[in-house]
Nanobody, 116 residues
Framework: QVQLVESGGGLVQAGGSLRLSCAVS????????VGWYRQAPGKPRELVAD???????RYVDFVKGRFTISRDNAKNILYLQMNSLKPEDTAVYYC??????????WGKGTLVTVSS
């Protein structure tokens, strides 16, 4: 069994910063691509950023230059540094990981609220 647990969400004013973490634990032999998604009220879940096991990162346009995804392969932790936050970034942020060659897992999410 593999678990993904997100942390670091909260309430922040517009222009502020938060860093999300996602700890991956359990019966893990390898962690391949990992990513962050978000889901705002009434909207579908959408990709924010992802990163390969080799460190290649990609971002959707609306977070480029503001968010940075990173991973600590030794600790099996994924991060999302979010700067210059906007009210439209308000959402539940989910961690996703491809583990052990092809199995896909989701965390339960962490709420980020950005006030104007």
């Amino acid at each position: 069994q593999v678990q993904l647990v997100e942390s670091g969400g909260g309430l922040v004013q517009a222009g502020g910063s938060l860093r999300l973490s996602c700890a991956v634990s359990g019966r893990i032999f390898s962690i391949n691509a990992v990513g962050w998604y978000r889901q705002a009220p009434g909207k579908p879940r959408e990709l924010v950023a992802d990163i390969t096991s080799g460190g290649f990162a990609r971002y959707v346009d609306f977070v480029k230059g503001r968010f940075t995804i990173s991973r600590d392969n030794a600790k099996n932790i994924l991060y999302l540094q979010m700067n210059s936050l906007k009210p439209e970034d308000t959402a539940v942020y989910y961690c996703n990981a491809f583990v052990n060659i092809g199995s896909n897992y989701w965390g339960k999410g962490t709420l980020v609220t950005v006030s104007s």
